[in-house]
């Protein structure tokens, strides 16, 4: 297995070009996703058209004064969410959204208590886990390129009559993935924490968990779309459609609550137990049963991921 | 020299060439003249500068230095004339193998401006040269190697054009299909077709060529016709004797014996080039035998490129 | 030109993963992000479908640039490129005809999913479908020329995917194609007037919802411009022998 791996980062190294690149947007997007969801602070945009300012302070609250009525198109864009104005000294809101806005931007000018109405309680880490979670698992699928290169160049062949058969070879190719993956994702991490100073929810050391198993769930679902897509572009792109897909359902990047059936599925997604974990784990709890549920689909994939090689192997399709 | 009256005329020069890959010179000023309705054959070992050559001459590559002239005109600005008049059948495998070898064949052949009636005769015909008429209608995922290979040349020549470069286009390919292919190189010939033909392997070379010109490390060795090239290492056979490690011989009482001309030591062996045709062997034997030499192996060659080659650059063609 | 660009479509269309990721996904994202936010947009204006509709749409024609760099230089089709190369065919026409391609093959699925979608949830566009097409158009262009201008730059179709996926991700979210930029920050926010697929989700809604074209022209104009600028930087990078 140490052969393995020593020949994969010898060959990722002689192509410092191509490693440096990878490295490199791998680095960029884990600390966009760091800087977007530790920074994000979700307030309601209102567009306030009577005299004077906006009456009332309101964290969630953030109001513009205009003169005129915002287009319909910015409202349904969202770039504001409730229009207010005066009509015979009461108060009108109106939104294109959920009626609720309406109701709460109303509670609030009548001087009601409304802290914490539409609060984001999520807490600073699972937002940022939600948004690493998409980066480091799109993330794993380039650094499966050299499986790709070696099905084509009939080096996995080769692989499967050797002594050290295929099973060194796969724990090898995920060494090599994780190393490169994970370890620059918590590098990333500590340099956004110590060197921009940012506060990111929980110790760095508990980042390890959620990072290591996201990141070997990308390799395992990578491994897996290669196995049985033996074009790599098509194999890229179901990869990157579910990835995106299910981390949207998921609530990476924003809960969501739909109930029934459809939010069971959604609820038994693993990055949603990644999110779930690290929000126990910001609590100081060792959160066992998350991880175990997202473990469980990384072993499967893996198993699939060899089941399938070793058979199309024999049966001459590589 | 005097010219008669069906002198060929030069279809395409090439005058110092000259190409380098960063710090790889692939090509160190090749210059040669390929005449009309010849076989023309460029042979040398892998890494010699053949598709390196052929790529320049196809202007998939642009070389550092040299000239090309197409039937005496510069190549540069009658590029596009050139290319219409040129078919090219590449080393690697150019097809598209999710569509019929009869729509990868029509697809290259309207590049060349080819349409309705007339194209689809030209597909049946390249097609029907190639011994591919009847499965014209099945994907080349589905091909042998060797079916592959002449869709490949199909795809070059559908255009029917004056000049066909064929690029080591035998590799990797059972020898049914070898034999094919050298058929269909010898039929264009009669058809007065020109021909440039890469190789490695001397045996083709033999074979189809009309004049030959063997390439080493980017450089011109030598030029000619097969026999004009086995005549630079004189009319004689060849004995190869493979022995035990050690041997000391005096090469003098070879020499002495009647026919032998030549003694060679080397890794491989010895090497006694021999008058043709004489009967030296059982002299030969006695006198290895008189000199304690223990015989592993013997063998008798004909004069051949693979010699000439050898006895020019020091080394083998498959070396 | 035609039989090349008619060739590039054909690869295209039998590609069934390509056909797919151009069709179902989008349309199971339509479906799927309109059925979860149905209590974000809950008015008789407008529906978490039409949003989303709009929405995926412009994020198709933005992602079309993965599809380009296929077709110009994926390991299947590098070779019968190259061959069309030894023909006398204008370099030029190598890269415009696989632009042309994808973006011909763009529209198809655009056209495909809005009309099946417009039939399931009634989405009608505003009376403004032909301005929203043709900002689509104009994005899904300047998306192939960079697709294609990436693989001339890099000369391989692996290294520029791998870029192009993930700033596909980015410009989407700088767009507030899936949520308003402003929920990652104001600064993000601040940030997607810059985007191009920011000034396609602004010009489509006011078409759809204000009744006003204004800045569909300048925006149609701005992106074919860029395509322009792509396409220059094609011409000066692409060489035949980035096909050997």
């Not at chain 2, 890494?47 to 510069?74: C, H």
Request: overall charge neutral; some cysteine; charged content about 20%.
């Amino acid at each position: 297995m140490i052969a393995y791996l020593r020949g994969f980062f010898a060959r990722i190294l002689a192509k410092p070009y191509y490693l440096a690149l990878s490295v490199g947007l791998t680095a960029f997007f884990i600390f966009v996703a760091l800087l977007v969801s530790a920074t994000a602070e979700p307030t309601l945009r209102v567009a306030y058209l009577a005299d004077g300012d906006f009456p009332v302070e309101v964290d969630a609250i953030e109001a513009v004064s205009l003169d005129a009525e915002p287009r319909r198109s910015e409202l349904v864009l969202g770039d504001y969410d409730v229009v207010v104005e005066e009509v015979d000294g009461r108060y009108e809101a109106e939104s294109l959204k959920n009626v609720e806005y309406e109701a709460f931007v109303l509670a609030a000018l009548a001087g009601e208590d409304v802290e914490g109405y539409f609060a984001d309680e999520t807490p600073r880490a699972v937002r940022i886990m939600g948004f690493a979670v998409v980066v480091l698992l799109l993330q794993a699928f380039f650094y499966i390129d050299l499986f790709i290169e070696d099905k084509k160049n009939g080096a996995l062949a080769r692989v499967m009559s050797s002594p050290r058969g295929l099973g060194s070879y796969l724990v090898a190719l995920t060494l090599y993935a994780f190393f490169i993956v994970f370890g620059v994702a918590m590098v990333v991490l500590a340099i956004f924490r110590w060197g921009f100073n940012q506060d990111v929810g929980m110790p760095i050391p508990y980042y390890a968990i959620p990072f290591a198993l996201t990141t070997l769930l990308g390799i395992a679902f990578s491994l897996f779309s290669c196995a049985l897509i033996e074009v790599r572009d098509n194999a890229a792109a179901l990869f990157a459609s579910v990835v995106l897909f299910t981390s949207i359902l998921s609530g990476s990047f924003g809960a969501l609550n739909v109930g029934g059936f459809l939010q069971r599925v959604m609820d038994a997604l693993p990055q949603r137990h990644v999110m779930e974990l690290s929000d126990a784990l910001a609590g100081d709890a060792l959160p066992v049963g998350h991880a175990a549920a997202v473990l469980a689909p990384i072993v499967l994939f893996f198993a699939l991921a060899g089941w399938l090689i070793r058979a199309k192997l024999r049966a001459g399709r590589y | 020299m005097k010219k008669g009256v069906f002198a060929l005329k030069t279809i395409l020069s090439v005058d110092n060439l000259q190409k380098s890959y960063k710090d790889v010179k692939a090509l160190k000023g090749l210059s040669f003249d390929v005449q009309e309705k010849e076989v023309f054959c460029l042979l040398g070992p892998n890494g010699a500068g053949k598709t390196t050559t052929i790529n320049i001459l196809a202007g998939i590559l642009g070389a550092d230095s040299g000239k090309m002239a197409y039937r005496g005109k510069p190549l540069g600005k009658n590029l596009q004339h050139f290319k219409r008049n040129l078919g090219v059948v590449p080393q690697e495998l150019a097809i598209y193998e999710e569509i019929t070898a009869y729509e990868n064949v029509r697809f290259f052949g309207s590049l060349y401006g080819i349409k309705g009636e007339p194209l689809k005769q030209r597909i049946r015909t390249a097609l029907s040269r190639v011994g591919l008429l009847e499965v014209q209608h099945r994907k080349p995922r589905t091909f042998s190697g060797g079916m592959k290979r002449r869709l490949n040349i199909a795809c070059g020549v559908v255009h029917e054009p004056e000049l066909i470069i064929f690029d080591e286009p035998t590799v990797g390919i059972d020898p049914q299909s070898r034999k094919y292919i050298l058929d269909y190189i010898k039929s264009l010939k009669d058809d007065g077709i020109t021909v440039v033909y890469t190789s490695h392997y001397m045996e083709e070379v033999e074979e189809i060529a009309t004049r030959i010109v063997i390439v080493d490390h980017g450089r011109l060795i030598a030029e000619g016709t097969k026999e004009s090239l086995q005549a630079t290492i004189g009319d004689t056979d060849r004995y190869t004797v493979e022995t035990e490690d050690g041997v000391k011989l005096n090469e003098d009482r070879f020499l002495a014996l009647d026919g032998v001309t030549r003694v060679e030591e080397g890794e491989a062996g010895l090497g006694f080039l021999v008058e043709r045709d004489k009967d030296v062997l059982p002299d030969l034997v006695e006198e290895l035998s008189r000199q304690h030499v223990r015989i592993r192996s013997l063998e008798k060659e004909r004069a051949n490129l693979e010699r000439v080659f050898l006895h020019l650059t020091g080394h083998s063609l498959r070396g | 030109m035609l039989p090349i660009i008619r060739r590039d479509l054909l690869n295209l269309l039998i590609n069934p993963a390509l056909l797919l990721y151009n069709t179902l996904f989008p349309f199971l994202l339509i479906v799927v992000l309109g059925a979860i936010n149905r209590d974000l947009y809950d008015s008789e204006v407008i529906t978490a479908h039409d949003y989303y509709t709009v929405a995926i749409l412009v994020f198709m024609a933005l992602n079309i640039s993965i599809i380009a760099t296929n077709s110009f230089m994926e390991r299947s089709v590098k070779r019968p490129n190259l061959r069309i190369g030894y023909a006398p065919v204008a370099e030029w026409k190598l890269y415009v005809s696989k632009v042309l391609a994808t973006f011909l093959f763009c529209m198809g699925s655009i056209l495909l999913v809005s009309a099946v979608v417009a039939r399931i949830y009634g989405v009608g566009f505003g009376g403004a479908y032909f301005a929203f097409l043709a900002l689509l158009a104009a994005l899904a262009m300047l998306a192939s020329t960079i697709g294609v201008a990436f693989c001339c730059l890099l000369r391989d179709e692996e290294s520029a995917n791998k870029i192009l996926a993930l700033v596909n991700l980015f410009l989407a979210l700088l767009g507030g194609v899936f949520f308003h930029p402003r929920t990652i920050g104001e600064t993000f926010a601040a940030a997607s007037a810059f985007s191009p697929v920011r000034w396609v989700m602004q010009a489509s809604m006011r078409a759809i919802h204000d009744n006003d074209y204004a800045m569909v022209l300048p925006a149609v104009v701005i992106m074919l411009a860029l395509g322009g600028v792509f396409l220059l930087i094609c011409r000066r990078t692409f060489r035949l022998e980035d096909y050997l």
